[in-house]
C-alpha cells in the first residue's frame, strides 16, 4: 500500500510538467479529470489508513484483558501436596537381659508413609496421613499402624480423627525422644502413649503456645486404651520448649474396669546456638483403683543431652528414672543411663554406637551394645 501511495504522489509532482505539453483543450480536460480523480483515490487511502489503525489499536487493547484476565501457567497456584518417606533403622548388638546373653539383629522403630495436603480455601486444607512400621527383626514385614487419620486445618485450629500421636508424646516425650533405640525414651516408654487408636483431636497455636485436647471414643471397647482423655499447653520460641499435660485414662482387665490412672507432666527443653541439646521431662502418674488397696503412685524421668562434635559427629547422653509404684516382689522400678556416638555424613545417613544399662530394684539388670544404620527417604510433590 506504501509503495502505491507514493506511486501517486509521484503523478502528482509529474502533473505540471505534463501541463507544459498540453496544447490543446481536450488534454487540458483530461488533466483536470485525472487530478479529480486522484484526489478522491488519496482521500479513500487516507481513510483505509485510518480504518486499518483503529482495527490493530483495539486487537491490542481484547489481547491484553485477555492475557489479564486469564491466569498465566506461572501464576497457577500448586494446591495439592503429596509426600512419600521412609526411615529404615537396623541395628546389631550384643544383649545382657535377665540373666542371658545373645548377639541379635533388631529394629529401631522403622517405618514407612505417605501425607497429602489439599488446600481448598486460603488458610484451609484438608490433611490424609497414613504410617506403617517395618519391622525388621521379624522377617522385615510391613507391619501395624502407626498412625492412620485426616485432619481439617483452619484459622481456627486443626481437628483430626484416627490414629494419631496424643498430646503427651507431642508436648512430653518427643523432646526427649533423640536415641536410636525402640525403647526411647526409656523411662516414658513403658506404660506411657506413642499412639492412639480411635482418637480426636484438636490443636490450636496463637502467639507461641500451642493448646491440644485429644480424647479417645472407644464404643464399648474395654482395653488398656480404653478411653482417655489428653490436654496440654507448650511455649515454643526460638529453640526453647517447655509444656504442661495433664491424662486421664481407664484402665480395664478384659471387660472389667479396674480405675483409672492419672498423669501430671511437664517438659522443658532448649536448643543453644553452638548446637547442644538439653531436653528434660517429667510424669506424675497416680494409679487409682476402684479397690483402693490397690492404689500407688510413680512416676517417669527422661534427661536427654546432645553435643556436636565438628559438622558430622554427636555424642548424646541420657539418664532416666522409671518407678511403678509397687513394693516387694512386684516392684518395676528402674534407672539407668545410656551413651551414644553418632555419624552423620550426609542429612539423611546416620551410624551409631550405643551403650545402654539399666539397673532394676528386683530383678536382674540390662545392658546391651549395639550398632546400627538409619536412612531417611522423602519426596514431595505439588501440582
Known amino acids: 500500500m506504501c509503495k502505491f501511495k507514493y506511486l501517486i504522489v509521484f503523478c502528482v509532482y509529474l502533473n505540471p510538467l505534463c501541463l507544459a505539453f498540453a496544447n490543446d483543450t481536450s488534454a487540458q480536460d483530461d488533466i483536470a479529470v485525472l487530478k479529480s480523480q486522484i484526489a478522491a483515490l488519496q482521500a479513500a487511502l487516507t481513510a483505509l489508513e485510518k480504518k486499518?489503525?483503529?482495527?490493530?489499536?483495539?486487537?491490542?487493547?481484547?489481547?491484553?484483558?485477555?492475557?489479564?484476565?486469564?491466569?498465566?501457567?506461572?501464576?497457577?497456584?500448586?494446591?495439592?501436596?503429596?509426600?512419600?518417606?521412609?526411615?529404615?533403622r537396623p541395628?546389631?548388638?550384643?544383649?545382657?537381659?535377665?540373666?542371658?546373653?545373645?548377639?541379635?539383629?533388631?529394629?529401631?522403630?522403622?517405618?514407612?508413609?505417605?501425607?497429602?495436603?489439599?488446600?481448598?480455601?486460603?488458610?484451609?486444607?484438608?490433611?490424609?496421613?497414613g504410617e506403617w512400621g517395618i519391622d525388621l527383626a521379624n522377617q522385615g514385614n510391613f507391619g501395624k499402624s502407626r498412625q492412620v487419620y485426616v485432619a481439617l486445618d483452619s484459622p481456627y485450629g486443626r481437628i483430626g480423627i484416627g490414629k494419631q500421636r496424643p498430646t503427651q508424646y507431642l508436648f512430653i516425650a518427643e523432646y526427649v525422644d533423640i536415641f536410636n533405640h525402640s525403647s526411647s525414651p526409656f523411662a516414658y516408654d513403658p506404660e506411657s502413649l506413642f499412639?492412639?487408636?480411635?482418637?480426636?483431636?484438636?490443636?490450636?497455636?496463637?502467639?507461641?503456645?500451642?493448646?491440644?485436647?485429644?480424647?479417645?471414643?472407644n464404643?464399648?471397647?474395654?482395653?488398656?486404651?480404653?478411653?482417655?482423655?489428653?490436654?496440654?499447653?507448650?511455649?515454643d520460641h526460638n529453640g526453647l520448649h517447655s509444656a504442661l499435660t495433664y491424662q486421664q485414662q481407664d484402665v480395664y482387665d478384659n471387660q472389667t474396669?479396674?480405675?483409672?490412672?492419672?498423669?501430671?507432666?511437664?517438659?522443658?527443653?532448649?536448643?543453644?546456638?553452638?548446637?547442644?541439646?538439653?531436653?528434660?521431662?517429667?510424669?506424675d502418674k497416680q494409679y487409682q483403683r476402684l479397690n483402693q488397696n490397690d492404689d500407688r503412685n510413680g512416676h517417669t524421668l527422661d534427661i536427654s543431652s546432645a553435643f556436636p562434635i565438628g559438622h558430622h559427629h554427636k555424642i548424646k547422653l541420657g539418664y532416666f528414672d522409671f518407678s511403678s509404684g509397687f513394693e516387694g516382689?512386684?516392684?518395676?522400678?528402674?534407672?539407668?543411663?545410656?551413651?551414644?556416638?553418632?555419624?552423620?555424613?550426609?542429612?539423611?545417613?546416620?551410624?551409631?554406637?550405643?551403650?545402654?544399662?539399666?539397673?532394676?530394684?528386683?530383678?536382674?539388670?540390662?545392658?546391651?551394645?549395639?550398632?546400627?544404620?538409619?536412612?531417611?527417604?522423602?519426596?514431595?510433590?505439588?501440582?
Open 329 to 383: 516382689e512386684h516392684n518395676q522400678d528402674y534407672n539407668g543411663h545410656n551413651i551414644t556416638l553418632e555419624w552423620l555424613p550426609t542429612e539423611s545417613l546416620r551410624l551409631h554406637l550405643e551403650y545402654l544399662a539399666k539397673d532394676f530394684d528386683a530383678q536382674e539388670n540390662f545392658y546391651s551394645w549395639s550398632v546400627g544404620f538409619r536412612y531417611d527417604y522423602s519426596q514431595q510433590w505439588s501440582y
Open 257 to 283: 474396669e479396674l480405675g483409672e490412672d492419672e498423669i501430671f507432666a511437664a517438659s522443658l527443653a532448649y536448643e543453644f546456638s553452638s548446637g547442644l541439646y538439653l531436653a528434660l521431662s517429667y510424669q
Open 52 to 88: 486499518v489503525s483503529k482495527q490493530a489499536t483495539n486487537l491490542e487493547t481484547t489481547t491484553s484483558i485477555t492475557a489479564s484476565s486469564s491466569p498465566s501457567v506461572t501464576d497457577e497456584k500448586n494446591d495439592h501436596t503429596v509426600r512419600a518417606y521412609a526411615t529404615v
Open 91 to 129: 541395628t546389631f548388638g550384643y544383649i545382657d537381659s535377665q540373666g542371658q546373653s545373645e548377639f541379635d539383629v533388631r529394629d529401631a522403630l522403622s517405618h514407612a508413609g505417605i501425607k497429602a495436603t489439599k488446600q481448598f480455601n486460603t488458610d484451609w486444607q484438608a490433611i490424609l496421613h
Open 195 to 217: 499412639f492412639v487408636d480411635n482418637l480426636i483431636t484438636y490443636q490450636i497455636t496463637k502467639h507461641n503456645l500451642t493448646w491440644m485436647a485429644v480424647a479417645q471414643f
Open 219 to 235: 464404643g464399648q471397647q474395654g482395653d488398656a486404651y480404653s478411653d482417655l482423655f489428653n490436654a496440654g499447653v507448650s511455649y
